[in-house]
């Protein structure tokens, strides 16, 4: 998990033109994750990646972009 105690932001407002989210989760979708954000207007974020065991034992490739 990482967090912060910035200026923080609604998850449910954000509009469907911002994609860092939307490909944030697809990528743990993919390995079988689950990202969850917490946040609240001028209460800081969270963000927190769920991975199956299986998966977190598994050798990870990074492709840059």
């Given at each position: 998990a990482v967090g912060d105690n910035g200026r923080g932001f609604d998850p449910e407002a954000v509009g469907?033109?911002?994609?860092?989210?939307?490909s944030m989760r697809e990528r743990a979708a993919l390995i079988g994750?689950?990202?969850r954000i917490e946040s609240a207007p001028q209460d800081g974020?969270?963000?927190?990646?769920?991975?199956p065991l299986a998966?977190?034992?598994?050798?990870?490739?990074?492709?840059?972009?």
């Open positions: 469907q033109n911002a994609v860092g989210l939307a994750g689950e990202l974020t969270r963000g927190s990646l769920l991975v998966m977190a034992a598994a050798p990870v490739r990074v492709i840059a972009p």
